[in-house]
């Protein structure tokens, strides 16, 4: 199952950038793990995939 709908890679052109992981993102922002994927999946919250590894930038997490 794709938890992650949205398909587009992280920008490599940054820099290095902070990333979460689905339990480091929830933790930071007070919200269960299912929460989290529910809000990605509704393209609410921005979430990357590297393989079949997700994770969220912890700078756009502030914005949340």
Known sequence: ??????????PRT???RQMLTAT???QALGVSKRHL???????????????SAVRFDAAEQQGA
């Open 37 to 51: 994927y529910a809000l990605a999946a509704k393209g609410l919250l921005p979430c990357y995939r590297f393989g």
């Open 1 to 10: 199952q794709n938890r992650c709908n949205l398909r587009r890679r992280h």
């Open 14 to 16: 940054e820099g290095c």
């Open 24 to 26: 480091q993102a929830a």
